[in-house]
């Protein structure tokens, strides 16, 4: 078996591979299932919708058997550790786990664990889901990475989304840009500001307002927070042809994105959310290495 942790556990070849196979998972092979069905724990230390549930929708399709571990009914409230709770899942008899934790890199003191592990968000850290469901949605429109601009507009330095999508479009061969309050940039030098990016840009990428990592509350009103940095009407129309508008969801409509602009012809917000389905189905064959027959 394979743990899928972050986006550099991945080659190039692993990703478009995984790309594939969520296609085929889209299509072809909707049905298709492994013909074992796998004792799966989803273990969500961190509130989720989306991947959580893209999750366990992707493990039925694919027949596992599947537990969802509700940290508050468990023993951590008496105290016990990450580490010996999942090392008990382990003991158990759990044949793969999908882990979301606050703590950036909190794998790191599970990988004595010997036991398939999926990644579903650490942190300010990484989002490999998340990410390949990005690209997945990039390639379905575009067919390459190759050249591709995208910006990245938001709260770069609180997002694993940022991170995980920085690192592997750039390794795809896109060019990757910034933009947004300029407390919240990690890469000054890659900095763009919005107007220009928004006609520069082959995929707007909104982020979330990640208020939760925060240690301040930000000063802006919503109003505007939309006007300086979101995605509003005016920036919309002086988009090209061809550029779509991502963004991971949860939205904060009218924060990030003018709400009337969240379901627009450009915006694939919903449909990444199906994709979502169709590469978790792929990521658990990958770790549990399966093969189509
Ligand atoms: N995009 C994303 O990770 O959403 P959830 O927090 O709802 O899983």
């Excluded at 990030?256 to 590469?279: H, P, T």
Aim: hydrophobic share 35%.
């Amino acid at each position: 078996y394979k743990s899928l942790l972050t986006m550099s556990d991945l080659s190039n070849k692993d990703i478009i591979n995984i790309l594939h196979d969520a296609k085929k998972f889209s299509t072809s092979h909707k049905d298709w299932h492994f013909t074992k069905s796998y004792l799966v724990a989803n273990l969500f230390f961190e509130p989720s919708t989306r991947t959580h549930y893209s999750f366990v929708s992707a493990e039925y399709g694919l027949n596992c058997k599947v537990v969802d571990f509700n940290a508050n009914a468990s023993s951590l409230k008496k105290g016990e550790s990450l580490y010996d709770t999942i090392k008990t899942f382990q003991m158990l008899g759990y044949e793969a786990m999908v882990i979301r934790h606050p703590e950036d890199e909190y794998f790191k003191q599970l990988e004595s664990i010997d036991v398939p592990m999926i990644n579903a968000g650490d942190g300010c850290g990484n989002h490999p889901s998340q990410c390949l469901l990005d690209l997945y949605t990039i390639y379905e429109h575009f067919q390459t990475f190759e050249d591709l601009n995208v910006v990245i507009v938001g709260d770069i330095a609180h997002s694993r989304v940022a991170k995980s999508n920085d690192e592997a479009l750039t390794r795809l061969g896109a060019n990757v840009k910034f933009a947004g309050p300029k407390k919240w940039m990690i890469d000054t030098k890659r900095y763009m500001d919005l107007d220009q990016a928004c006609k520069w840009a082959d995929v707007v990428m909104l982020l979330r307002i990640q208020h939760e990592r925060h240690e301040q509350e930000t000063a802006l009103s919503k109003d505007t927070y939309l006007d300086m940095y979101g995605l509003t009407k005016q920036r919309y129309e002086t988009l090209k042809e061809k550029t779509i508008v991502m963004h991971p969801a949860p939205v904060n409509r009218q924060v990030e994105i003018d709400s009337d602009l969240v379901e627009a012809s450009k915006s694939r917000i919903f449909k990444q959310m199906e994709n979502g389905v169709y590469v978790r189905k792929a990521m658990l064959k990958y770790v549990l290495q399966e093969e189509f027959e």
